[in-house]
């Protein structure tokens, strides 16, 4: 089994940034496309970002495109999320997921993630 675990999360004005990290162990795998999710208070957990297995290609929800980055390095032992100009609509706990077969592009549906972090809270003030 793989395990993540997110950080980097904190409390930031609007329009500061902030880069999260999740580390993997276990039973890791370069293969595994890796996504960042989120969950704001009273709502459902939505999709925000993905790379691929290769590093190659990404994919953004439209509220963050242009704002946020994914990357990684160290064969996805670490993946990262750049989130510039952060808005109060941001606020949520943040996931990192990965999965190591999918067959479709843009993976973007939560049920095709077979690991998860427990997330990492992410609060923007006014």
């Known amino acids: 089994q793989v395990q993540l675990v997110e950080s980097g999360g904190g409390l930031v004005q609007a329009g500061d940034s902030l880069r999260l990290s999740c580390a993997a162990s276990g039973r890791t795998s370069s293969r595994y496309a890796v996504a960042w999710f989120r969950r704001a208070p009273g709502r459902e957990r939505e999709f925000v970002a993905v790379i691929s297995w290769r590093g190659r290609g990404t994919y953004y929800a439209d509220s963050v495109k242009g704002r946020f980055t994914i990357s990684s390095e160290n064969a996805k032992i670490t993946t990262y999320l750049q989130m510039n100009n952060l808005k109060p609509e941001d606020t949520a706990v943040y996931y990192c997921?990965?999965?190591?077969?999918?067959?479709?592009?843009?993976?973007?549906?939560?049920?095709?993630?077979?690991?998860w972090g427990q997330g990492t809270q992410v609060t923007v003030s006014s």
């Open positions: 997921a990965a999965e190591a077969d999918y067959s479709t592009w843009p993976p973007t549906e939560e049920y095709k993630y077979d690991y």
